[in-house]
């Protein structure tokens, strides 16, 4: 900053200059700390304005920053949001898939005692025929056998 090195000028020059012995006094260059003090006033509104600038850019990026960490942390929330969703259907998913399969095992367990019932039944009424056949079958053997 170039009023920082002004006053720096000003500070040499009031210990480079002569001191009065007892007074605690200093004998200054008039002309050359007002030449000094007008430098630090015409480079003073640059070098606040300089300051001012800084200080709102500094702003500007803070604002910009908070706001990309802002989108980002509601970016995560969303996609939390989404994973919990997912594994939600995904449990769902699994539990209707679960109920379909003890649906299935208890139609076919079903199925299959229907089956060997109705193959029981089946086998019965050929035990039956056969039963008759064979009754008919003595029957006609003994009158057969009557006629001899």
């Known amino acids: ?13 009031i210990e480079g200059s002569s001191t ?3 007074a605690g006094k200093v004998l ?11 430098e630090i006033r015409i480079k003073l509104p640059d070098e606040i304005k300089q300051a001012e600038w ?22 995560v929330k969303l996609h939390i949001e989404e ?23 208890n139609n076919a367990k079903e199925i299959r005692i229907g089956a060997r019932e109705y193959a029981d039944g089946l086998l019965k009424e050929v035990e039956n025929n056969l039963k008759s056949i064979i009754d008919t079958l003595e029957r006609n053997r003994q009158e057969l056998n009557g006629f001899k």
Do not use: C, G, Y
């Open 1 to 13: 900053m170039d009023v920082l090195k002004l006053l720096d000028e000003i500070e040499d020059i």
């Open 20 to 22: 009065i012995p007892f």
């Open 28 to 38: 200054v260059d008039k002309n050359e700390v007002l030449d000094v003090i007008r």
């Open 54 to 75: 800084i200080k709102e850019e500094r702003q500007r990026i803070l604002a910009e920053a908070q706001n990309e960490a802002d989108t980002i942390i509601d970016e």
């Open 83 to 105: 994973m919990v969703e997912q594994d939600e259907i995904t449990k769902q998913a699994h539990e209707r898939s679960e109920e379909i399969i003890t649906k299935a095992q």
